[in-house]
Antibody, heavy 121, light 107 residues
Framework: EVQLVESGGGLVQPGWSLRLSCAAS????????MAWVRQAPGKGLEWVSV???????FYADSVKGRFSISRDNSRNILYLQMNSLRAEDTAVYYC???????????????WGQGTMVTVSS | DIQMTQSPSSLSASVGDRVTITCRAS??????LNWYQQKPGKAPNLLIY???NLQSGVPSRFSGSGSGTDFTLTISSLQPEDFAVYYC?????????FGPGTKVEIK
């Protein structure tokens, strides 16, 4: 059974940093496309970042230059380092596996339960 | 970036109704379109991938169609557990944008 468990969320002040973790079981992080998706309170889903099996990374414009996605292959953990946090980064952050079906990128089939990040003074 | 729009933004329907939600991409995305269902306080659940493929474990009353820029999610006979918010998402390119969502409410 695949499980993704996020941690590291909390209340921080604007300008501070936070690192989110996503511990995976039942799948190998380094062998999958892994992503972060966020959802501000009462709002829709916003794609944040993805890391490919090759190690290539991509970011939403709203977080580019401030957030960094990475993984620890030995511990099977996905990370999201968030720097220079802003009030608009307040959201539930989900990690998710991006499935590949018949060589096509086919959506996020496994999700964590989410971790709340609140940026406020 | 590819922009995704959905219509309607919300709808009211009764159990047993046929429900159709439309998603449009700002440029052609071939069949790289996925649909999710999200209930309050829960992570989204993948329903349909690459426009028309039913994700494993998803009831067959859900179906998807379309290609290029216009896509449709259909629920053939709405069940009580289907009242939720539905999102489309393109995986043609990064950023992998989501639509704004369609809330399906009980009439």
């Amino acid at each position: 059974e695949v499980q993704l468990v996020e941690s590291g969320g909390g209340l921080v002040q604007p300008g501070w940093s936070l690192r989110l973790s996503c511990a995976a079981s039942g799948l190998t992080v380094s062998s999958n496309y892994m992503a972060w998706v966020r959802q501000a309170p009462g709002k829709g889903l916003e794609w944040v970042s993805v890391i490919y099996t090759s190690g290539s990374t991509f970011y939403a414009d709203s977080v580019k230059g401030r957030f960094s996605i990475s993984r620890d292959n030995s511990r099977n953990i996905l990370y999201l380092q968030m720097n220079s946090l802003r009030a608009e980064d307040t959201a539930v952050y989900y990690c998710a596996r991006e499935q590949v079906a018949r060589r096509l990128i086919a959506g996020f089939d496994f999700w964590g339960q989410g971790t709340m990040v609140t940026v406020s003074s | 970036d590819i922009q995704m729009t959905q219509s309607p933004s919300s709808l009211s329907a009764s159990v047993g109704d046929r429900v159709t939600i439309t998603c449009r991409a700002s440029q052609s995305i071939s069949s790289y379109l996925n649909w999710y269902q999200q209930k309050p306080g829960k992570a989204p659940n993948l329903l349909i991938y690459t426009a028309s493929n039913l994700q494993s474990g998803v009831p067959s009353r859900f179906s998807g169609s379309g290609s290029g820029t216009d896509f449709t999610l259909t629920i053939s006979s709405l069940q009580p557990e289907d009242f939720a918010v539905y999102y489309c998402q393109q995986t043609y390119s990064t950023p992998r944008t989501f639509g704004p969502g369609t809330k399906v409410e009980i009439k």
